[in-house]
T-cell receptor
Framework: KAGVTQTPRYLIKTRGQQVTLSCSPI?????VSWYQQTPGQGLQFLFE???????NKGNFPGRFSGRQFSNSRSEMNVSTLELGDSALYLC??????????????FGNGTRLTVT | AQSVTQLGSHVSVSEGALVLLRCNYS??????LFWYVQYPNQGLQLLLK??????LVKGINGFEAEFKKSETSFHLTKPSAHMSDAAEYFC??????????FGKGTHLIIQP
């Protein structure tokens, strides 16, 4: 069974631009979560989608948004990029919603660099 | 709200020695606890999870962790370190409807 796939692996953008990251979950998984990883802040929860609905959201500004499609694939969008948005963005999928102890399966991430 | 504290941002052990990575958590509700490992340029891989069925949890690659409620700890151990164990290890807790809360991570260094 294929794992979680994130595209692209690397991305370089300029301040003020916007970016869209893509995530394909493991087949059969209905929940997709997004995390931001930086050296200073570590791993921080962005949001979780289940059955095309955002279920939970972390403490990030409205510039960070996402959506989930009927096939469970998810996209994350960051508008008006800032230098501080440079990070590794990790997508994780699980069979069910993560509040019932379903483990997360992570992709290899998208490395975003904002210049 | 929940939080995780991992003691020691870097831990160095000799190959064949005991590995002990410390994790203490805080949660207002009975927690779900996890250990993940991250190799360079990769995502996180689940090592093990606490399910309340047993306080000693066995995971992959010879790792295990013991849940101690009285100490609010969930330390990760491995009897004999291998060079391939060198990686970043994260303890995580989920205590409600929010996403996982991760510790800052411990970088495990294996000395030959």
């Amino acid at each position: 069974k294929a794992g979680v796939t994130q595209t692209p692996r690397y991305l370089i953008k300029t301040r003020g631009q916007q970016v869209t990251l893509s995530c394909s979950p493991i087949s059969g998984h209905r929940s997709v979560s997004w995390y931001q990883q930086t050296p200073g802040q570590g791993l921080q929860f962005l949001f979780e989608y289940f059955s095309e609905t955002q279920r939970n959201k972390g403490n990030f500004p409205g510039r960070f948004s996402g959506r989930q499609f009927s096939n469970s694939r998810s996209e994350m969008n960051v508008s008006t990029l800032e230098l501080g948005d440079s990070a590794l963005y990790l997508c994780a999928s699980s069979l069910e919603r993560t509040d019932n102890n379903s483990p997360l399966h992570f992709g290899n991430g998208t490395r975003l660099t904002v210049t | 709200a929940q939080s995780v504290t991992q003691l020691g941002s870097h831990v160095s052990v000799s190959e064949g020695a005991l590995v002990l990575l410390r994790c203490n958590y805080s949660s207002s509700v009975p927690p779900y606890l996890f250990w993940y490992v991250q190799y360079p340029n990769q995502g996180l891989q689940l090592l093990l999870k606490y399910t309340s069925a047993a306080t000693l949890v066995k995971g992959i690659n010879g790792f295990e962790a013991e849940f101690k409620k009285s100490e609010t700890s969930f330390h990760l151990t491995k009897p004999s370190a291998h060079m391939s164990d060198a990686a970043e290890y994260f303890c995580a807790v989920r205590g409600g409807a929010d996403g996982l809360t991760f510790g800052k991570g411990t970088h495990l260094i294996i000395q030959p």
